[in-house]
T-cell receptor, first 118, second 109 residues
Framework: KAGVTQTPRYLIKTRGQQVTLSCSPI?????VSWYQQTPGQGLQFLFE???????NKGNFPGRFSGRQFSNSRSEMNVSTLELGDSALYLC?????????????????FGPGTRLTVL | GESVGLHLPTLSVQEGDNSIINCAYS??????FIWYKQESGKGPQFIID?????DKRQGQRVTVLLNKTVKHLSLQIAATQPGDSAVYFC????????FGQGTELSVKP
């Protein structure tokens, strides 16, 4: 079974631009979560989608948004990029058998998208 | 707020020795904990998990211990190998997943 895939793997943007990152979950997984990883802040939760609905959200500004499609693929968008948005953006998928957050769902991560904002 | 922290940012061990990586959490509502391993240039890889109704779980060469009284968990790696060199994260879940800062494990040959 193929793992979580993320595209693109590397991206360079300038301040003020916007960016869209894509994530394809493991086949059969319905939940997709996004994380930002930086050396200073570590892994921080952005949001989680299940069945095309956002069901959990972290403490990030509204410039960060996401969506999930009917095939469970997900995209996240960052508008008006700032230098501090430079990070590794990780996507994780899980099976999530129920409609509410289940504690025992194991999340499987993709390789991430390395975003550099100049 | 919720936090999951690690006691040491780096750990260096000799090949063949046992490694112990510690983690503390603050959210009493966390009922599920996971250890991840992240190698350079890759996403975190699931190692082992434990539910809050357990205090120990063993995998292949790895053991996770959970002490709910002091909100502490540890990852023990037996017979550490060079391939174990990576950053290890603990994460707690009580709703959303909260990650610790990570401990970098270096294995000396």
């Amino acid at each position: 079974k193929a793992g979580v895939t993320q595209t693109p793997r590397y991206l360079i943007k300038t301040r003020g631009q916007q960016v869209t990152l894509s994530c394809s979950p493991i086949s059969g997984h319905r939940s997709v979560s996004w994380y930002q990883q930086t050396p200073g802040q570590g892994l921080q939760f952005l949001f989680e989608y299940f069945s095309e609905t956002q069901r959990n959200k972290g403490n990030f500004p509204g410039r960060f948004s996401g969506r999930q499609f009917s095939n469970s693929r997900s995209e996240m968008n960052v508008s008006t990029l700032e230098l501090g948005d430079s990070a590794l953006y990780l996507c994780a998928s899980s099976w999530s058998e129920r409609g509410s957050s289940s504690s025992t769902d194991t999340q499987y991560f993709g390789p991430g998208t390395r975003l550099t904002v100049l | 707020g919720e936090s999951v922290g690690l006691h040491l940012p780096t750990l260096s061990v000799q090949e063949g020795d046992n490694s112990i990586i510690n983690c503390a959490y603050s959210n009493s509502a966390s009922d599920y904990f996971i250890w991840y391993k992240q190698e350079s240039g890759k996403g975190p890889q699931f190692i082992i998990d434990i539910r809050s109704n357990m205090d120990k779980r063993q995998g292949q060469r790895v053991t996770v211990l959970l002490n709910k009284t002091v909100k502490h968990l540890s990852l023990q790696i037996a017979a550490t190998q060079p391939g174990d060199s990576a950053v290890y994260f603990c994460a707690g879940k009580g709703g959303k997943l909260i990650f610790g800062q990570g401990t970098e494990l270096s294995v000396k040959p």
